[in-house]
């Protein structure tokens, strides 16, 4: 009995279990299968489901958006630039001052001594950097594959040199830069100074100085300028690819001194040579300037008895006396070669040139310092800068002694004669006319444009 016991118990044992695991698979079954609505209200509540999510957007759009939670946004943008856009760093510009040179300029833009003379070396090869002028600009632009370095040559042509990030050669190339013009016309009348009215007139230092230049030969700035004398100018400003003006270039002027009237206007000749003309072809440049020394005022003539302001007795004053602050440029009134620079006694600092003429020298005193490139034997064109305005030897301010010697004699420098330049040739008389004509005629005719201030 106990063996049947045993038998019957196990059977309905194993198929309580066998019950149980078909019970327990019928469960998950119709637990993991998915419970689908009735589809008589299957659309009521997918509509009420979207009813409440259009709430909750409309909900969020009212609230105020904290600008510092873009950065996701901004990593998408910076992932659609193109890869051809390369970030440099921000550009460096160094301007050449009087008596600069390349070698100190390309180091103020921070490359070493090693690398100035690569670079002055692969420009020798296009434009030689020794003939950088003062007031003319370098630039230097680092970016992630290459180094620029820029001079604008002047206002049309720029100078490239470059290498890549991975080398250490570098290459030099001359571009022609693209350029925009416009022309104006402004016009002033003098008050106080020269340089105040064309600043009241809208013209920039720069562009006055050019004035200054065109009539230098026929008037002097330190002592003609009178009260009520006025000028005229049209001019073409010019600006780089960037906007940025580079320059102008005075087209015509007219300028009333004195109630004299003198009028200049720009000519390119034939042989590429630009110069400045009446306008019936004579040209505005003369054998001599009538001053060294821009925008200073004669502190003492030329007189045949005068009592020295240092040594305290009366001798002779064979020159002119031009007081200026120390470092003014100074000027070649004409054009020469070089036959004394050095100490001079009581003439300090002392300059001497012959000219063309060879009857005929300018000695300039008491100078602070000569010009780079100025000494014995060079040759100097009119109008170079060949030193600058001091009070070496006997002087009790800054200022110039200028004298005009003929054959060896000290002459007034006011009272010579200048001979003017060769005008216009006969055979292209009537080229110049048909060139020069509009641009007097813009002179006289278009009102000037308002002045400011």
Known sequence: MSEAFHRDFSERSGNARVRSL????????????????????????????????????????????????????????????????????APRRTVLKPGDNSQAALQRLGFDPMTVQRIIKAAGKVYPLARVRAGHTFERMDHARNIDVYYHVDATTRLRLWRRADSQTWQASLSQRRITRRQHVASATIEGSLLAAAARAGLDDRTAMNLVDIFSWDIDFARDIRKGDRFRVLYEEQ??????????????????????????VRYEQQNGRTHYFTPDGKSMRKAYLKAPV????????????????????????????????????????????????????????????RHTNSSHSTAYAHMRAFARGIKKGKRV??????????????????????????????VNPLTIKRSPARPVARVEMARFRQQTAPLLSHLDNMPADPAWG
């Open 294 to 353: 821009k925008f200073s005022r004669i502190s003492s003539r030329f007189q045949a008895r005068r009592k020295h302001p240092v040594l305290g007795y009366t001798r002779a004053h064979r020159g002119v006396d031009y007081a200026a602050p120390s470092g003014t440029p100074i000027h070649a009134i004409g054009d020469g070669r070089i036959v004394f620079a050095g100490w001079k006694g009581g003439y300090g600092r002392f300059l001497l040139i």
């Open 22 to 89: 078909r019970a327990r698979r019928k469960h998950r079954k119709s637990t993991n299968r998915l419970s689908i609505p009735a589809p008589g209200w299957f659309p009521v509540a997918g509509a009420a489901i979207g009813f409440a999510l259009i709430l909750m957007l409309v909900s969020v759009a009212g609230k105020p958006v904290d600008a510092r939670v873009s950065a996701d946004q901004e990593e998408w943008l910076a992932a659609e630039l193109p890869l051809a856009v390369e970030v440099g760093t």
């Open 239 to 264: 600006f780089d690819e960037n906007g940025k003006s580079i320059g102008s270039v005075i087209l015509a002027a007219e300028f009333v001194n004195q109630g004299r009237h003198y009028k200049a």
């Open 381 to 410: 064109h009119q109008g170079r800068i060949i030193g600058y305005v001091g009070m070496t030897g006997l002087a009790t301010g800054p200022h110039l002694h200028f004298e005009f010697r003929l054959r060896g004699r000290a």
